[in-house]
């Protein structure tokens, strides 16, 4: 953007300026632009020659500068947003929103924003879909991403050797057309699908799929629990591979139809920048604001029937909630509004790793009773709770709090008035939850220091090291038991992260059950038995289940919610009038 520059030193000064008069050393601004003093004063001098500003250098060496502005920066703002939308340049208007000005400063041009999203059409021969979300992007690597939308991308731009079917709880051929394994669930051998092409236009072969296991067998890979049993890979042929494991796995054809097993090419070195895979959408572009998908017209099976998607990465509370409509028209008669929840949960979870006083089981007892979901939820005005007290909705009930139990409790565990820290997103619904917990917490002498921190910190070692508390959340694939699974093996995730070795022991005795039994009923009696081991041991207080609110135009077809909360695309079209 021509003039990100300007707005970028604009929005650093803003909380100083008075009456558009804003003083400030050269040294600050090398910072913001990450240049040196001369080309600092040569962008100074040439917003000056345009008319945007009068700046005085400070006289002698380190005083200040000064700056005077023509117009309110908040005009300015507005001025170049309409500019934008004159001139179709979406992108623009996102590196705008990404800078720390007031939200409420787009509200005035946000109806003529939000026409711009939706189904566009150019011509009669392409449609794009776009989309805005309040999402960051961290890693789109399989063998390391354990955030939602991360999932969701990399499962559209990437394909497995097979697939699970939740509902009917089978697998389904994919890249493989067909599998046989022996009797002891050791030896797995998987026949190729020919003419399979990748992104970049070379067929998939065997070799394609060894290079894709061995990349997860990495120590440094945060997956490596689900490649652990894995012996030998032989590529039989160029289109048949075949798996030796250490012990007999029948739920292993399950972690192959996973997102971390979505097959790369052995020839390039693999950039998430330039993501190749066989997936139905390949990666057309990437930047801090926004993500292209464009439908694969090599894909092996049905190619999308929506030519690009198009997704523009808000930051959080941008107030441009948007309906997935058509040509920007949003009107209330033509949209269908549908409500789904996650198969997930949002929960509280304790750093046992971190020496404090949340290592007291009393300390944690007293915080469950304080968290009370249901007096959270009237005293924030919000409505439709379904609390959480399991991974799974169905399996929730709500739980029996007493808040009159926290002074004994705390006295019990020691507590003597501690700073106690507790890290969250910072979202606008995460920032209200966390302050309600915090007065909730004063009432009773406990001191809670909240800090917010965004999902690009999420990986950080940051949080480990200095939270005592986290508000965090856990979403599934469609294969829950998998999820499950994943959820306390995987490195990057809180459980690994925040439960101590003891516990995590005691809990993996009875995960390793889940990974090789075979029975359906079996497998959940095992998952019962850890849920109940985090609920006796408080080792996180589950909070309640997300729901999430969709508006469709009537006209957009077959759009599948998705096991991660997004929308899958994949066989969407357009019913024209």
Known sequence: MKDLAYFQMRAYLYPREIKQTV??????????????????????????????????????????????????????????????????????????????????????????????????????????????????????????????????????????????????????????????VDNDYRTWTFYLRKGVQFHHQRNLNSGDVKYTIERLKDRTSSLNWIVQDIQMIECVSPFIVRIQLAQSNPLFIRYISSIPFSILPEDEPF???????????????????????????????????????????????????????????????????????????????????????????????????????????????????????????????????????????LKKSGYQGEAITLYTRDTRDEREQAQWFMKAAATEGIHLKCIYFHMDDFYSATIDQEADLLFAGEVTSDDFHLSFLDSFYNKSNVFQRFIDRKNLHYIENYLERVKYEPNYKKREAWIDKVEQYLRNEHLIVYRYHPVIHRKFHHLIQDTRFEAFGYDDFRKSWIEKE
């Open 271 to 409: 950039d998430e920048n330039k993501w190749i895979g066989t997936g139905p959408f390949q990666l057309k572009k990437r930047t801090d604001t926004m993500i292209v998908l464009e439908a694969f017209d090599q894909y092996f099976l049905a190619r999308p029937l929506i030519d690009e998607i198009e997704f523009y990465l808000l930051p959080s509370e941008s107030n441009l909630t948007m309906t997935i409509q058509i040509k920007g028209e949003e009107k209330e008669e033509s949209t269908i509004r549908k409500e789904d929840m996650i198969t997930g949960f949002r929960f509280l979870a304790f750093n046992l790793r971190r020496s404090s006083i949340v290592l007291q089981h009393s300390f944690r007892l007293a915080l469950f009773h304080l968290l009370d979901m249901k007096q959270m939820w009237k005293d924030l005005g919000r409505e439709n709770l379904i609390e959480a007290s399991s991974y799974f909705p169905w399996k929730s009930h709500p739980d029996s709090k007493d808040k009159k139990l926290v002074k004994s409790l």
């Open 23 to 180: 003083s400030f050393k050269l040294k600050e601004l090398e910072q913001v632009w990450y240049c040196n003093q001369k080309n600092v004063k040569i962008k100074i001098r040439k917003f000056e020659e345009d008319g945007r500003c009068i700046y005085h250098p400070g006289r002698g060496r380190g005083n200040p500068s000064c700056i005077n502005f023509k117009n309110p920066l908040q005009q300015e703002i507005e001025q170049a947003v309409l500019t934008c939308i004159e001139h179709d340049q979406i992108e623009r208007i996102f590196q705008l929103l990404q800078l720390p000005i007031p939200n409420s400063w787009i509200a005035n041009v946000s109806k003529e924003v939000k026409k711009l999203f939706g189904l566009q059409s150019a011509n009669q021969s392409k449609e794009v879909l776009r989309l805005a979300v309040e999402k960051r992007i961290v890693t789109l690597d399989p063998q390391s991403s354990a955030i939602d939308f991360e999932n969701y991308l990399i499962q559209q731009l990437g394909s497995t050797l097979v697939t699970y079917d939740q509902q009917a709880d089978t697998i389904n051929p994919h890249i493989a057309h067909r599998w046989k």
